[in-house]
């Protein structure tokens, strides 16, 4: 999904813009009436940890339904974009990239009518999930195999301003605390041959308005909207600019009341216009300052904010509204750690970059093992993967055998201990033979290891709460 790339895009070129400005502007910033450069900076510091995942959804939204020129672009609003493929090295768009579970995607505009979202009927061994998350990145709602199961049926999703009752037809409405919205799904691919019939469930899955649903009469068309563009670029010139277009479209409520009040006395909010060239050189350095200190805070919570399990980081950041509950330094360590993740109930990712020692995995230098004993496999409902990607650069590696993870579904055809037990082999050359089934291919260089637990159980042995749950994963063991 997309990274947070753009955060560090944010604070840094904000940076240089700072830097190479020489300028002594006297502005609207230097009247009475307005926050001191330390009040400023607080204030700037505060803003830019709520902001930060708003305006990253933002930008998404833009290059994913609105920029149909872009290299990013997916489809336009209420229009569904499969992509019957899983990620490769050649992948580089986004970092620490999801090689299970093919995507679809649609962006929804929910400003005229609800839209319906039907899913086909999916084999139970399929997992499938399609997630909901607002411009709040809110994970608001799931259709799926653990939240609402294989059968075929359909939803409906509404704006925050709705009010109705749930039409006949309808299984269940889910509301979104802003008029645009991403639905993201994930279809599990059980090997490369299998997907055809990925291909099959993709095909199966639709969204239509409410009235088409219902065969009625289209309700008059929003207005159209012209998006502000936003581009990695144009966030690197004024992250303040694209927050005010941001939040034109989310809505205040009770829980931000307080710091939108706050940010408004510095001129960002909807319907406002912030020019940081407009300051004076005192509040430029305050919002500079204050932006850094807003993202050293977020690194600072997502060092801290994980549990380490023999060497895996464990943590849980997505949910929903009420999961936050207005925590907004742990949303903006969810956007930054991997913008539009799982709620823990659907997907809990421990990750490493050392072995069970504390020692940084440099497979140029050493061969590793993860062993399972015997029944004590990651404990899921649906499957489990470990996918490896290079150490720097956080993408998938080229390999001889084209293999970029080991999923649960490939177990029948690896290799066991003589007490049930499942090595892997994480290591730059073939091990041959029989192990090469085992075998996860690794760079020629340092590593940063994802597994990905989905639909974890909840009755021991389980991954939940994440960090503290009875079943912890192994730790990885430098081979001798």
């Not at 050392?354 to 029944?375: H, M, Q, R």
Request: charged share 20%; aromatic share 12%.
């Amino acid at each position: 999904m997309k990274t947070y790339s753009i955060a560090y895009a944010a604070v840094t070129a904000v940076a240089v813009t700072f830097i190479a400005s020489g300028r002594h502007d006297v502005g609207a910033a230097d009247a009475p009436t307005v926050p001191s450069p330390t009040e400023t900076k607080a204030l700037a510091e505060e803003g830019f940890i709520y902001g930060l995942p708003i305006v990253m959804n933002y930008a998404v939204m833009y290059e994913y339904a609105v920029d149909k020129g872009g290299s990013q672009f997916k489809a336009p609003f209420n229009q569904l974009k499969n992509e019957p493929r899983v990620y490769t090295y050649k992948d580089t768009a986004v970092i620490t990239p999801n090689s299970d579970t093919p995507y679809s995607f649609t962006w929804l505009d929910l400003r005229a009518e609800p839209i319906v979202l039907t899913v086909p009927a999916v084999e139970k061994e399929r997992y499938y999930a399609v997630m909901m998350c607002d411009g709040n990145t809110y994970n608001y709602g799931y259709i799926g195999s653990r939240a609402t199961g294989n059968d075929a049926g359909s939803y409906m999703v509404v704006g925050p301003d709705w009010k109705g009752e749930k039409p006949e037809g309808i299984n269940e409405v889910f509301t979104s605390t802003t008029p645009f919205s991403l639905v993201a799904y994930r279809t599990q691919l059980f090997d490369p041959a299998d997907m055809p019939n990925v291909i099959k469930v993709q095909d199966g899955y639709k969204v239509e308005p409410l009235s088409a649903f219902l065969s009625q009469p289209a309700p008059e068309a929003a207005p159209a909207i012209d998006f502000i563009p936003a581009t990695t670029a144009g966030i690197k010139e004024n992250f303040w600019s694209y927050l005010d277009a941001a939040l034109q479209y989310v809505p205040e409520t009770e829980m931000d009341k307080e710091i939108r009040t706050k940010l408004a006395t510095i001129g960002i909010g909807p319907n406002k216009t912030f020019e940081m060239k407009e300051l004076s050189p005192e509040h430029k350095k305050a919002i500079i300052d204050g932006m850094k200190a807003g993202d050293e805070k977020i690194s600072t919570y997502l060092a801290s904010g994980m549990t380490n399990v023999n060497g895996w980081q464990i943590g849980s950041l997505p949910g929903d509204e009420a999961h936050y509950n207005g925590d907004w330094l742990m949303r903006s360590g969810t956007a930054k750690a991997g913008l539009y993740g799982n709620s823990a109930a659907e997907a809990v990712y421990p990750l490493t970059r050392v072995d069970g020692n504390g020692e940084t995995l440099d497979c140029s230098k050493n061969n590793y093992t993860i062993t399972f004993p015997a029944g004590q496999y990651p404990p899921v409902n649906a499957f489990w993967s470990v996918t490896m990607y290079d150490g720097k650069s956080q993408y998938l590696i080229e390999n001889p055998i084209n293999r970029y993870l080991i999923n649960s579904p490939m177990i029948p055809n690896m290799k066991k201990g003589d007490d049930g037990s499942l090595t892997l082999y994480i290591q730059k050359d073939n091990p041959g033979g029989d192990l090469e089934a085992n075998w996860l291919p690794a760079p020629n260089d340092t590593v940063y290891l994802v597994m990905r637990l989905y639909w974890p159980t909840t009755e021991a042995p389980s991954v939940l709460p994440p960090g503290k749950g009875s079943w912890k994963p192994p730790g990885i063991v430098k081979a001798k």
